[in-house]
C-alpha cells in the first residue's frame, strides 16, 4: 500500500510557474513507476506524464512537452512536476500516480492515486 500526498497547487497568471511535489509513504517509494495525471471540470482525467522508478526515463503528454518536467528524489520519496509558462488550459486537479504501466495500445494503468491539487491558471 502506498499513500501519495499532493502539494503545491494554487492559482497563479498565465506565463508563471509552479511545482508540485507529491510525497508517498508506504511500501518503498523506488519499486514504482510514478506519474501524473490531470483532470478539467466536465473532462475526463489524463496522462501529464511519468517518470520511471529510476528517473532516467521520461515521458509526456503533447500538450505540456517542453514546459512541463518530472523529477524525482527516491531519498526523500518525492516526485516533482515543475510547471513553467501556464496556460488557462492547464487549469484543472493534478493528481499524483503511483506504479503506472502503459498497455500495448498506449493506455495507463494506475495502482494508487493522490487525493488531488487544484491549479488555477487565469488569462
Known amino acids: 500500500q502506498v499513500q501519495l500526498v499532493e502539494s503545491g497547487g494554487g492559482l497563479v497568471q498565465a506565463g508563471d510557474s509552479l511545482r508540485l511535489s507529491c510525497a508517498a509513504s508506504?511500501?518503498?517509494?523506488?519499486?514504482?513507476?510514478m506519474g501524473w495525471f490531470r483532470q478539467a471540470p466536465g473532462k475526463e482525467r489524463v496522462f501529464v506524464a511519468h517518470i520511471s522508478r529510476s528517473g532516467g526515463g521520461t515521458s509526456y503528454a503533447d500538450t505540456v512537452k517542453g514546459r512541463f518536467t518530472i523529477s524525482r528524489d527516491n531519498a526523500k520519496n518525492t516526485v516533482y512536476l515543475r510547471m513553467n509558462s501556464l496556460k488557462p488550459e492547464d487549469t484543472a486537479v493534478y493528481y499524483c500516480?503511483?506504479?503506472?504501466?502503459?498497455?500495448?495500445?498506449?493506455?495507463?494503468?494506475?495502482?494508487?492515486w493522490g487525493q488531488g491539487t487544484q491549479v488555477t491558471v487565469s488569462s
Open positions: 500516480a503511483a506504479n503506472l504501466n502503459r498497455s500495448d495500445r498506449g493506455s495507463w494503468t494506475v495502482d494508487y
Open positions: 508506504g511500501r518503498t517509494f523506488s519499486i514504482y513507476a
